[in-house]
């Protein structure tokens, strides 16, 4: 976006197409990819934000590997008489002299290439002198200092300095970018004992069936599952040194600190770590208590980890059972279940959990009376 700007004021251009590959010629884009669709969508979001921008599915309209020569071709058919530039940047303009017919690219149009310091205006320079001798090419440098940064780390950090937020809401809404199941298996089977994992995952198949069930997508719940205790296996001293380090505020009395942490600490490590969605995030902090006004994705958590397959506490099965039938009564029955046995051992239940539980039991009495 910035770049793009930068070259509509130094250029003084009417209007720039923000044109995503089809089928890009030069690489394989890797499994679990955003789809053509998604890139031009995210294009036309970051477009919108910017004046004499717009985005243009042009190579997303053809067949076969999106060559710029057959693009230009193109559009000179769509607007005789236009003066065109191709933008691009310097690691671009260094091999542009291999790419597909450059000598008819060079024809077509002129090249628009950003600078990133003077190190690269220098590279620039030397480069055009040697395309406008070879294949008679024009060469326009546009200054725009931007991050050292590859686009594969801003897919993998998804920071908001990086991105703006509406296409960083679209990013999230829409999954994109995560990474696969399998490694994030992998990685929290690194961090727990087998035993622990065994219950993961276990959880993650019960919330699997369940998210069938009801509604919610396969990745999103099985990814909260698999993430959900994931700092199970730290000491109080390292769960302690997480919260300070990432200013987590906690209100468990002792008795309750050493089974309820994990679940802040864990949503914390799956937004952090794993660049996890806020949906997933906050499935993961209430798995443990429950919550007033739950989602479905944090009412299937909460109870996938209660009466997953490893789990057998006297009851368990009937609980199985109505997970699969009807969500809201086996949330208000897990919520149940959890304060009595904590009344049990002769403490009292969290107060997130009796608020929610209260509330639940409320808005029944209130539909049966209406």
């Known amino acids: 976006m910035a770049a793009a700007q930068a070259v509509v004021s130094a250029l003084g251009l009417d209007r720039l197409l923000l044109m995503p590959a089809g089928i890009p010629p030069h690489k394989t884009l890797p499994e679990g990819s955003a789809t053509s669709v998604q890139r031009l969508e995210m294009c036309r979001i970051a477009a919108a934000q910017m004046d004499r921008v717009e985005a243009c599915g042009l190579e997303l309209e053809r067949q076969g590997p999106s060559y710029t020569v057959d693009t230009l071709l193109e559009l000179k058919e769509r607007c005789p008489g236009a003066e065109l530039w191709m933008v691009m940047g310097t690691d671009m303009v260094m091999s542009f002299d291999r790419w597909r017919a450059p000598e008819t690219i060079a024809r077509l149009c002129r090249l628009a290439v950003v600078a990133r310091d003077r190190q690269d205006r220098q590279r620039i320079r030397e480069k055009a002198a040697w395309l406008e001798a070879h294949l008679g090419a024009s060469v326009d440098i546009v200054d725009n200092p931007v991050l050292p940064i590859s686009s594969t780390q801003v897919r993998e950090s998804l920071s908001p300095r990086l991105l703006h937020p509406a296409v960083l809401d679209y990013i999230r809404e829409n999954r994109l970018y995560l990474p696969p199941l399998e490694r994030l298996r992998q990685e929290v089977a690194a961090r727990v004992s087998p035993k622990r994992m065994a219950h993961i995952l276990g959880c993650e ?166």
């Open 205 to 370: 198949r019960m919330a699997a069936q369940m998210a069938a069930r009801y509604g919610t997508d396969d990745y999103g719940t099985r990814a909260a599952a698999i993430l959900h205790d994931c700092t199970k296996g730290l000491s109080e001293k390292e769960q302690l040194t997480l919260c300070e380090k990432w200013n987590i505020m906690y209100d468990y009395d002792e008795g309750d600190f050493a089974s309820l942490i994990h679940a802040d600490t864990g949503a914390e490590t799956a937004r952090r770590v794993f660049k996890m969605p806020p949906d997933i995030v906050e499935a993961i902090r209430t798995h443990t208590t429950g919550a007033v006004c739950m989602t479905t994705l944090q009412k299937i958590l909460y109870v996938a980890d209660m009466c997953e397959e490893t789990r057998s506490w006297p009851g368990v099965e009937g609980l199985r059972a109505l997970a699969l039938t009807d969500l809201e009564a086996a949330v208000t029955s897990a919520m149940e279940r959890t304060a009595a046995f904590i009344r049990e051992q002769g403490r009292v239940p969290y107060y997130r959990t009796l608020d929610a539980l209260k509330i639940r039991k409320s808005a029944v009495e209130t539909e049966e009376t209406i």
